[in-house]
């Protein structure tokens, strides 16, 4: 009887010991699978998100430039006798300097005759007054920019250039397609550089790109030099760490 009792509790104590094996083995590769688990949890968390910027300073390509004037007249046909002397002024100046009628815009005048008009101010010396604007529309901002400079001589042969802001200048820039790849290029390295930066401070390497977003074109310029371009983009990068 002892001897049989022996054996149960050898076999228990058998059974016992095999259970508390394999519990352990499957604690022990259960750690394994969690550590390696949070290890690419964390490897998935390493990155580091940066920004890079492009610029570049263009003259611009086009140019839309009006010239208004006004005239004053009693005597309708005058009035209009005096508008084609000024367009003839305003077109040979332009052409004198390198523009073609392609270029060249003349606009129908508006006329009005003030004492036609619901209110009617006193002491009015002309009747009718026309308000006239040539517009030039031209690729070649250089000489455009030439003429304005010499804008006064329309001055000296009886024809004044209204300043007024329903007129503006306009410079433009219209080629930005062209260089959109190479700027792109240009902010994306600038963005890895700065991602090498941070990865050389942590002790760690740059790796893929793990998202990018590339910003919208600026272009602006100073209210000084107008025809002077500044485009500007700003491109996000995202980039792992290894």
Known sequence: MEQEEKKRCSCKSARGEG?????????????????????????KDQ???????????????????PLPYKCVSNNIQELYNEIEKNNGIIIGFLKAGGLTDDEIIVSAPN?????????????????????????????????????????????????IIANEYNYRTEFEYTALNDIKPTMVEEATRNARAVAEKFAE?????????????????????????????????????KYSFE
Do not use: H
Request: net charge neutral; glycine share 6%.
């Open 111 to 159: 006329v009005t005759d003030r004492l036609a008009q619901s209110y009617v101010p006193e002491n009015i010396k002309y009747r009718y007054q026309a308000e006239a604007v040539i517009t030039v529309t031209s690729s070649k901002v250089e000489e455009v920019l030439e003429l304005m400079s010499r804008q006064m001589n329309l001055m000296k042969q009886g024809v």
């Open 19 to 43: 259970l508390g094996c394999a519990v352990m083995l499957g604690l022990i590769i259960l750690g394994v699978f969690i550590s390696k688990g949070l290890k690419s949890i964390a490897d």
């Open 47 to 65: 990155y580091v998100t940066v920004k890079g910027l492009a610029e570049r300073e263009v003259m611009a390509n086009k140019v839309v430039w």
């Open 201 to 237: 401070d942590s002790g760690s390497s740059i790796g893929d790109i793990k998202q990018a977003t590339q910003g919208q074109f600026s272009i602006t310029s100073d209210e000084t030099t107008p025809q002077i371009k500044n485009i500007r983009v700003v491109t996000t990068v």
